[in-house]
C-alpha cells in the first residue's frame, strides 16, 4: 500500500533542498502560462474589437428594393423569336420605385414577431451640403434615432450632441465629423441641404457622428425620419429601408429567405453582407489560435527540459530511496508528486501573472479619431483560456514528470552508487 505522506514529505523535501532548480522549474511554467494567457487574451480582444466596429453598425438584416434588370426583355414578346438564339446588348434596368411597398404594414408585422427584437425604418436621400461657397455631395438619412440607439451601439458614435436633441429638433442634423471638418462647422451651427431637384432646405446641427470609416463620415449624415420626408416632399409612408435585429443572430439567414419570398422584397442577412469580412475574422482567429497553441507547445518542450534535468539531478537520491528500501514504483511517485507540485505553483503563478498583465495592457490609454469609442486597449477575460492555460501547465509537467521518473523506477542503485 502506497503511503502518500512519505511520499509527499520526500518530494517536499526534495524541491526544498534545491531552491534554485525548483524556482528555475516553477518559473519556466509560469513564464510559459503568462505570456499564453496574455498574448491569447489580448489578440483575442482586439478580434472581438474589429468585429464589434463592424457588426454593431450592421443590421441582422436588411429590407430594400433592389435594383434589377427586367427578366422579361421585350423580344420576349414575339412568338416568331422564341425557338431562336437571341442576343439582347445594353439591357436596362426595369423602372421601380425605391420605396418600399406597404413598409408600415410591414413593419408592424416584425414588430409583433417573437425572434425580431427590433426594426427600424430609414430613408435615404441623394443630397449637397451647402455652407457659403462650399458644396459636397453626400447621404442624408431618415431614422429614428432612439429606436437606432436601443438597437445598437449608435450612440457611442455620436462624438458631440445627444439622440435626445436630434429627436426634440424638427429640423436638426447629425452631422458627419468629416463634412463638419471640410466645411468647419460646430454644434449649433446651420447648414443648408439641397435634394437633387435643387430644393434647398436649412438644417440645425445638433452633434457630430463619427463611424471611425472615413469614407462614410465624409458623405453622410442623419436627420429625423419625418425631417428627411418633408425634404422629399414624400408621405410618411415613404421608406426606402428596413433595419431589423433579431435575439439570435444565426437565424438571420433563413429569416431573410422568409422575408424575402413572403414580401417580395430584397433581404440581405449580416453574413451575406459583411462576406468578406467574415472571412478577415475566421483568418484572424485561426492565426491566434496558431499563435497560442505553438507558443503552448514552445513551453511545454522547455518545462520538459527544466524537470528532465532536475530530476537528472537526484540520480543518487534515487539510489539511496531504493537502497533503503523503496519500491521501483515509489520512486516513481516521487518524482511524479514533485513535477506536479512545480505544475500546480508554476501554474497558478502563470494565471496570475497573465492576468495581471492583461490588465494593465487593459488599463493602457489608446485613443484615436477614427475609433471614437475605443479608449484603451482591448483585453478579452475569457475564462476558458485560464482553464486552459492551467490544464496545459498540470498536463506539461506530468508528462515532463512522467517520462524520465518511468526511467528512474528502474534505475539499478548499485550502479549509480557506483557510479558506472
Do not use: C
Not at 423580344?75 to 445594353?90: K, R
Not at 435626445?164 to 460646430?186: D, P, W
Not at 436627420?223 to 431589423?244: F, H, M, P, S
Not at 484603451?376 to 485560464?386: G, L, V
Amino acid at each position: 500500500m502506497t503511503n502518500w505522506s512519505v511520499i509527499l514529505n520526500i518530494a517536499k523535501t526534495h524541491l526544498v533542498t534545491k531552491v534554485k532548480s525548483t524556482a528555475t522549474a516553477a518559473l519556466g511554467v509560469t513564464f510559459g502560462i503568462g505570456a499564453y494567457i496574455t498574448l491569447i487574451s489580448f489578440m483575442t480582444g482586439l478580434n472581438v474589437m474589429l468585429d464589434g466596429l463592424i457588426l454593431n453598425q450592421t443590421p441582422h438584416i436588411h429590407l430594400y428594393n433592389e435594383i434589377e434588370p427586367s427578366e422579361t426583355q421585350p423580344i420576349s414578346l414575339y412568338d416568331e423569336f422564341q425557338n431562336s438564339v437571341n442576343i439582347v446588348h445594353s439591357i436596362k434596368p426595369r423602372r421601380s420605385q425605391k420605396k418600399i411597398h406597404n413598409a408600415l404594414p410591414i413593419l408592424s408585422y416584425l414588430k409583433k414577431d417573437k425572434e425580431v427584437k427590433g426594426a427600424t425604418p430609414q430613408l435615404r436621400a441623394q443630397i449637397f451640403y451647402l455652407s457659403g461657397s462650399i458644396e459636397l455631395s453626400g447621404n442624408l438619412v431618415g431614422i429614428d434615432i432612439m429606436e437606432e440607439t436601443r438597437l445598437s451601439n449608435m450612440g457611442d458614435y455620436i462624438i458631440q450632441g445627444s439622440p435626445q436633441a436630434l429627436k426634440n429638433t424638427e429640423n436638426g442634423i447629425l452631422l458627419g465629423s468629416g463634412l463638419a471638418e471640410k466645411m468647419s462647422l460646430s454644434v449649433g451651427d446651420r447648414v443648408q441641404i439641397s435634394t437633387v431637384s435643387g430644393d434647398i432646405f436649412p438644417l440645425k446641427i445638433v452633434g457630430f457622428y463619427q463611424s471611425g470609416v472615413a469614407d462614410v463620415d465624409n458623405i453622410q449624415s442623419f436627420a429625423n425620419l419625418k425631417t428627411v420626408q418633408r425634404i422629399l416632399g414624400e408621405a410618411q409612408n415613404y421608406i426606402t429601408d428596413i433595419n431589423i435585429r433579431l435575439f439570435d443572430i444565426e437565424g438571420a439567414p433563413a429569416m431573410a429567405k422568409r422575408l424575402q419570398k413572403q414580401f417580395d422584397i430584397k433581404a440581405t442577412d449580416i453574413n451575406e453582407a459583411n462576406a468578406q469580412f467574415e472571412t478577415g475574422s475566421n483568418i484572424r482567429n485561426l492565426i491566434t489560435y496558431a499563435v497560442s497553441i505553438t507558443l503552448l507547445i514552445v513551453a511545454g518542450f522547455g518545462i520538459y527540459n527544466i524537470l528532465n534535468m532536475l530530476i537528472y539531478e537526484k540520480m543518487k537520491d534515487i539510489a539511496i530511496l531504493k537502497a533503503t528500501g523503496f519500491s521501483g514504483r515509489d520512486v516513481q511517485l516521487i518524482f511524479m508528486s514533485q513535477a506536479m507540485i512545480i505544475g500546480v505553483v508554476g501554474g497558478v503563478l502563470g494565471l496570475l501573472l497573465g492576468f495581471g498583465l492583461s490588465h494593465i495592457i487593459d488599463n493602457v490609454a489608446f485613443e484615436t479619431a477614427a475609433l471614437p469609442t475605443i479608449k484603451t486597449y482591448p483585453i478579452s477575460f475569457d475564462i476558458s483560456y485560464y482553464v486552459v492555460g492551467l490544464t496545459f501547465a498540470l498536463l506539461s509537467t506530468f508528462i515532463a514528470g512522467w517520462l524520465p521518473s518511468v526511467k528512474a523506477k528502474h534505475i539499478d542503485p548499485v550502479r549509480i552508487i557506483r557510479g558506472t
